[in-house]
């Protein structure tokens, strides 16, 4: 939430010392996985949150490929007149291996592509899906957007508490005795004569730099159609074919294949291992079809 009413950073786990503190940068959600203030509003109003129930059905994995094939400022209205037609989801038409195609074409193509395919693929779930007609509330998007907060500007100044009030509270909201709310405010009173100084954040943890990595393949893939990242070929064994052999991999034309090499022209040239090939690259497998990264 902190991050959907416009917050930029957040840390977790400062005080438990059996755990690392983890920092989470909206900066760095958005370069690293593509996902905008808006898409986490839009995560939020499809997987729920405080306040909306959310689209049953949906996690957030579903929810990362609903937003990947259907962007812009009315994807979740294209998503859910989606659920409501009856129209047939057919297969997706395999985009045209020519090298000739113009960037902002072949863009167009992709996203007609990815959408086509994300409802081939669940277009049984579909129906186990349910979305509201007024889906996505645009008063719970305004709760986000525009936060009701105090804008009052006076500088932040520590007081004192009154501790014989604060017994009175407690008693009246908890129904603790006055030996349990001494109990629990005499450190805090012993704790503000010392003159105990506000500790920073950094007097509990030293930055090491250890990163989260996607551990699902959908995700993951989802991932890289937010960010547009290249697609980079490895040495793990292709899930569309029997060969035992390793070989670089890679999605063409909606299928995972290996042993690629990059057209380039009239020329074409082997892809070496761990190699980045950038969305869109028209490549050739090894019987000849010829495909775009997907």
């Not at 977790?12 to 808006?38: H, P, Q, T």
């Not at 059905?57 to 979740?76: C, D, M, R, S, T």
């Amino acid at each position: 939430d902190t991050f959907l009413f416009g917050g930029t950073v957040v840390y977790k786990n400062v005080f438990d010392d059996k755990k690392y503190v983890e920092m989470y940068s909206l900066d760095l959600i958005a370069k690293e996985l593509g996902l905008s203030r808006r898409h986490l509003i839009n995560i939020a109003l499809l997987t729920g949150s405080d306040y909306t129930t959310g689209v049953h059905g949906v996690g957030i994995v579903n929810a990362l490929e609903i937003i990947a094939a259907f962007p812009g400022n009315y994807g979740l209205e294209d998503f859910r007149k989606w659920i409501y037609s009856v129209e047939p989801s057919p297969p997706p038409r395999p985009i045209p291996s020519d090298d000739e195609i113009e960037e902002e074409d072949m863009r167009k193509m992709l996203a007609e592509y990815r959408q086509s395919e994300f409802k081939y693929k669940h277009r049984n779930s579909k129906g186990t899906w349910e979305v509201p007609k007024s889906f996505p509330d645009s008063s719970v998007i305004r709760a986000y957007d525009i936060p009701n907060v105090d804008d009052n500007k006076e500088p932040f100044t520590w007081g004192k508490p009154d501790f014989k009030k604060l017994q009175s509270v407690c008693n009246r909201l908890f129904g603790w005795e006055p030996e349990r709310t001494k109990q629990e405010l005499d450190p805090i009173e012993k704790a503000m004569r010392v003159g105990t100084i506000q500790s920073r954040l950094d007097s509990f943890y030293t930055p090491q730099g250890r990163f989260a990595k996607l551990s699902s393949k959908r995700m993951e893939r989802s991932v890289h159609r937010l960010t547009n990242r290249d697609v980079r070929t490895s040495s793990s064994h292709t899930t569309r074919t029997r060969s035992r052999r390793k070989g670089r991999s890679a999605t063409v034309g909606g299928i995972e294949v290996d042993d690629l090499v990059e057209v380039v022209g009239d020329e074409v040239r082997d892809t070496s291992e761990n190699e980045l090939l950038p969305i869109g690259t028209l490549v050739e497998m090894q019987n000849g079809t010829r495909g775009h990264v997907l």
